[in-house]
């Protein structure tokens, strides 16, 4: 899981991003195209 700090997750647009479960998601390029990965805010 990435670590990213409140200012940085307030920046992307909220299309981008999601809570599911109380677990933290935004929407990232990977190798295997754009996925939902977990993200711990701090």
């Given amino acids: 899981m ?3 700090n409140k200012e940085e997750y307030k920046k992307i647009h909220k299309d981008y991003k999601t ?3 109380g677990q933290h998601y935004i929407l990232k ?3 295997n195209g754009t996925c939902l990965v977990p993200v711990i805010v701090k």
């Fill in 2 to 4: 990435e670590i990213i």
């Fill in 19 to 21: 809570i599911i479960d």
């Fill in 29 to 31: 390029l990977t190798e």
